[in-house]
């Protein structure tokens, strides 16, 4: 079991900056891929951006590629989402997620952390 606990949401102005984080814990999860989820009300959950844990690589979404950043420490066990530059239609539940090795989905999912950007 791998456990995902995310904080650092909460309302901010359209423009501004917010970064969430994402405790990892449980067993051995150095070769997981840790992924950020989002879903807007009303709408399908969306990826937004990935980290392999192992080697760093990142992947993003065209619409927050630039905008958002994502990056792991491996001392605190920790993935953050640096977002800057934000948009009303960043508004949105965030969720963070781990994948297993040989998964090819996001198997274990955090309880979600709001965000939202007011105009």
């Known amino acids: 079991q791998v456990q995902l606990v995310e904080s650092g949401g909460g309302l901010v102005q359209a423009g501004g900056s917010l970064r969430l984080s994402c405790a990892v814990s449980?067993?051995?999860?150095?070769?997981?891929?840790i992924g950020w989820f989002r879903q807007a009300p009303g709408k399908e959950r969306e990826f937004v951006a990935a980290?392999?844990?192992?080697?760093?690589?990142?992947y993003y979404i065209d619409s927050t590629r630039g905008r958002f950043t994502i990056s792991r420490d491996n001392g605190k066990s920790t993935v953050y989402l640096q977002k800057d530059s934000l948009k009303y239609e960043d508004t949105a539940v965030y969720y963070c997620?781990?994948?297993?090795?040989?998964?090819?989905?996001?198997?274990?999912w955090g309880q979600g952390t709001q965000v939202i950007v007011s105009t």
């Open positions: 997620a781990a994948q297993s090795p040989g998964v090819h989905q996001f198997d274990y």
């Open positions: 980290i392999r844990w192992s080697d760093g690589e990142t």
């Open positions: 449980g067993r051995s999860w150095g070769n997981y891929v």
